[in-house]
């Protein structure tokens, strides 16, 4: 059995070290960077790898960790290697330092990661001067590469990672002005907007966005604006002299390859669709991490990933006993979107809210019937939260249903 995992960040990692440690005989991770890590060697900061290694780790740290068990495991790395066609026969086209290399694997797992929006997809008007940066960016640069980045900054977005950008400009001595969010709910956890933002004093403008960029050469100042039902309202208008904008404004998963071998793009997870091993409905074919969607934990990236490793190598084609898991009403997002049914394991769900809700019940529903139900407390946007299905209530699931899982309060 040779399996192939596109892309070498976390879930990449996790799902090559638990394919061969389920008996793979050969695994191959090909990776276009120079390095493996992903996106972990830019985020120093803490808070990895508490739920997967029991220890509150950096970024570099948790990479580290995966990298030495993808080492012990004898999994063949391909560094500077970039999968650039990806055919419905699970042909992989590859270009690397020593030209075009084509492989036709057993399995194939894309752990391609997300990329970030960037100010084109949000449409802010005004000039194109120097200055405006994406927050992946941003970190990179300070972090990785060690150039500073702005003096006087603005970062539109409050998830994790704009509050986490902004607290280390603040950190490298940039006076940063505010954060604004269209939303009237900050897009991060409450911990990292205590530690991040007022910690630092670090104003959140809820409700907020930034109108305009000024500047020619290099951005002078931004103008900000309160929002009512998506409106910006009149006579609100705040500038704020800064000469640098941070965008934090989502992340899309890396959806080009999964696109080419002709599997359909959800779009509210904008991937494909895949059942609770992460496998697509082409047999064999597999999307892990925020690949699939965007999670807020590396843990349960890689925890979710090592499930598909092991099966991409226990396959032996698709159940065709499917039922299938929609969001309901207050539900922005299901992971995985098809169940498998009369596999062993229970399967396990996870869902976002569309917004904040401080007590409320999640229901599964099949029609009217109600399948499973879970009390909950403090659900929030920013994470990803697991619907914990009983072995009873699983069975209970026949081939062809339809179920939709939704939230309400009381
Ligand atoms: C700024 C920032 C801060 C974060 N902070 C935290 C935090 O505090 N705690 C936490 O738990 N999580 C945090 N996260 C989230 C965490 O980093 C992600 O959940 C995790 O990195 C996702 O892993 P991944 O392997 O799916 O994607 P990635 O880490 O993005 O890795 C994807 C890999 O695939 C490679 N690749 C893509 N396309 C190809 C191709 N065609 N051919 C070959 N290789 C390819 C890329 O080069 C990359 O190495 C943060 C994320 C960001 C961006």
């Known amino acids: 059995m040779f399996v192939a995992v596109v892309g070498g960040g976390p879930a990449g990692m996790a799902a090559a070290v638990s394919a061969k440690r389920a008996g793979a005989d050969r695994v191959v991770i090909i990776e276009r960077a120079e390095r493996l890590g992903g996106v972990l060697p830019q985020c120093i900061h803490s808070g990895f790898g508490v739920n997967y290694y029991g220890e509150d780790l950096t970024g570099p740290e948790f990479a580290e960790r995966l990298r030495a068990d993808v080492k012990a495991s004898s999994v063949e790395v391909w560094l500077n290697a970039m999968v650039i066609e990806a055919r419905p026969d699970k042909t992989l086209i590859i270009s690397t330092p020593h030209g075009i290399s084509f492989v036709k ?84 956890l409450a911990r990292n907007v205590q530690q991040c933002l007022k910690d630092f004093n670090i104003p959140l403008l809820l409700s907020h966005t930034v109108t305009e960029v000024l500047g020619s050469e290099r951005v002078e100042a931004v103008k900000v604006a309160q929002v009512e039902n998506g409106k910006t309202v009149p006579g609100t208008e705040k500038v704020f002299p800064v000469d640098t904008l941070v965008l934090s404004v989502g992340l899309l998963p890396e959806a080009e390859l999964i696109r080419q071998m002709g599997l359909p793009i959800l779009p509210y997870t904008g991937s494909a669709a895949v059942d609770q091993f992460f496998q697509t409905d082409l047999p064999g074919v597999y999307v892990v991490g925020n690949g699939v969607g965007i999670w807020d934990l590396v843990d349960n990236v890689a925890m979710s990933a090592s499930v598909a490793g092991s099966h991409a190598v226990k396959y032996e084609g698709r159940s065709s006993d499917l039922a299938e898991v929609l969001p309901g009403v207050g539900v922005r997002v299901v992971i995985p979107q098809r169940l498998s049914l009369g596999e062993s394991d229970v399967p396990r769900i996870w869902f976002r809210v569309a917004c904040p809700i401080p007590v409320g019940v999640a229901l599964l529903t099949r029609g009217e019937e109600v399948i499973a139900r879970k009390g909950f407390a403090g659900l929030k946007p920013a994470e990803m939260a697991e619907f914990p299905l009983k072995e009873e209530q699983y069975r209970a699931i026949r081939p062809g249903d339809k179920l939709h899982l939704r939230v309400q309060q009381p």
Do not use: C, W
């Open 105 to 188: 694997p057993d399995a194939v797992i894309f752990a391609v990661g997300a990329r970030e929006r960037p100010r084109g997809a949000i449409a802010i008007p005004g000039a194109r001067p120097a200055g405006v940066y994406t927050a992946g960016t941003a970190q990179y640069m300070i972090n990785i590469q060690g150039f500073e980045v702005g003096k006087e900054v603005f970062v539109l977005g409050s998830g994790d990672i704009g509050l986490i950008t902004a607290r280390r400009m603040a950190l490298e001595g940039a006076k940063v002005h505010g954060v604004a969010e269209l939303m009237p709910f900050p897009g991060g």
